[in-house]
């Protein structure tokens, strides 16, 4: 098991910047899978982001260029860097591990885009 705690999100205008952090409750470094997704209201949840080991990585189109995610697994953290935020990013962001079949949610924060 592993619990996680998103936060760094908030209000920002459209073109600015946030930097999203996960904290992991145990080490993430055997855990091949971590990953952002987000859920804006009324639509489904959605892939963002994932990182692998040994750093694999997965963007949704939507995104890339734009957003970088990162791993440190000394510090159990995982980062989305969000550049040139659109008003279309706006939504409730979640972090994710997903252990063996088992997929574990952070409880999201919110990140608002004003345009």
């Known amino acids: 098991q592993v619990q996680l705690v998103e936060s760094g999100g908030g209000l920002v205008q459209a073109g600015g910047s946030l930097r999203l952090s996960c904290a992991a409750s145990?080490?993430?470094?055997?855990?091949?899978?971590m990953g952002w997704y987000r859920q804006a209201p009324g639509k489904q949840r959605e892939l963002v982001a994932t990182i692998g080991t040994p750093g694999s990585l997965n963007y949704a189109d939507s995104v890339k260029g734009r957003f970088t995610i990162s791993r440190d697994n000394a510090k159990k953290m995982v980062y989305l860097q969000m550049n040139n935020l659109k008003a279309e990013d706006t939504a409730v962001y979640y972090c994710?591990?997903?252990?063996?079949?088992?997929?574990?949610w952070g409880q999201g924060t919110q990140v608002t885009v004003s345009s």
């Open positions: 145990r080490i993430i470094s055997n855990i091949y899978t």
């Open positions: 994710k591990a997903t252990i063996g079949s088992t997929a574990y």
